[in-house]
């Protein structure tokens, strides 16, 4: 368990990790801290929005709707990468859930996945997830159709990788809304398993590593290469004479 960020903290791992993040409005200060506890964290929560165009997303994502006020995130991550700041503080992103689910995370003490979540909002005993989870939402329509561009899933893997970093967690505090509410199927598209291990991976790393998509270079050739393939083509060429000097007679 370990306090919030600061927003000035929070903004900067994400920048730190490579990330292009565009600041809206007053998110520093928009939040739900009047209705309940915003901390202690114990993790960084992924959704999709079942939204398509990336400004109306980030809007309603800030501003939420009639029966949901906003923020309903802290980021939204564009189809294009692009993370938009929307709010900092309690947001209505998570909901209730399992409390095993909770502790789990916590201990990072599952193997592939968490265990298998029986809670969802207003049942008893369900745990306050919009105090415990930093939230991204990404915007993708949540069909299991509408694609997930590399530059999306790669800002995903950043985004969460900077707060794993910077509270000093591992990729097991990273969950997927479905993880933790039974009522919910987000993300769809793709699996959180598979997030947690790029989390893992660039958690080896510095912030600013980036998967190298260089092709190896060619080795240098040393004069033992160069007579070995003399060899070979004078061999061949002897073979082909033989051929044509045969047929000729």
């Not at 959704?47 to 994502?61: D, E, F, M, N, P």
């Not at 939420?64 to 294009?80: A, M, N, Q, R, W």
């Not at 967690?169 to 990273?174: I, L, Y």
Request: aromatic share 6%; hydrophobic share 35%.
């Amino acid at each position: 368990m370990a306090p919030p960020l600061t927003p000035a903290s929070f903004i900067s791992a994400l920048r730190a990790e490579g990330l292009t993040v565009v600041e809206v409005g007053n998110w520093r200060t928009h939040n739900r801290n009047s209705k309940g506890n915003w901390g202690p964290m114990n993790g960084v929560m992924v959704h999709h929005t079942v939204t398509k165009g990336t400004a109306s997303t980030v809007q309603l994502c800030k501003d939420g709707h009639s029966t949901l006020p906003g923020p309903l995130c802290h980021g939204v991550i564009g189809k294009d990468g692009r993370i938009y700041l929307v709010g900092y503080g309690r947001a209505n992103h998570a909901g209730g859930g399992d409390n095993d689910v909770l502790n789990a995370v916590i201990a990072e003490s599952y193997a592939t996945n968490p265990p298998a979540t029986h809670k969802g909002e207003g049942d008893a005993g369900a745990a306050d997830g919009n105090s415990r989870f930093y939230g991204f939402e990404c915007e993708n329509l949540g069909d299991g159709n509408d694609p997930w561009p590399t530059a999306q899933i790669e800002a995903i893997t950043r985004a969460t990788t900077a707060l794993c970093r910077a509270h000093g967690w591992g990729a097991k505090s990273v969950i997927g809304h479905l993880e933790w509410s039974r009522q919910k199927s987000d993300p769809k598209g793709f699996t959180m398993a598979s997030v947690r291990t790029r989390v893992a991976e660039r958690l080896k790393h510095a912030a600013n590593w980036s998967p190298s998509t260089t092709p190896p270079k060619p080795s240098p050739t040393t004069i033992e290469s160069r007579v070995t393939a003399l060899e070979k083509l004078v061999t061949s060429q002897a073979k082909r004479i033989e051929a044509l000097e045969k047929k000729a007679a």
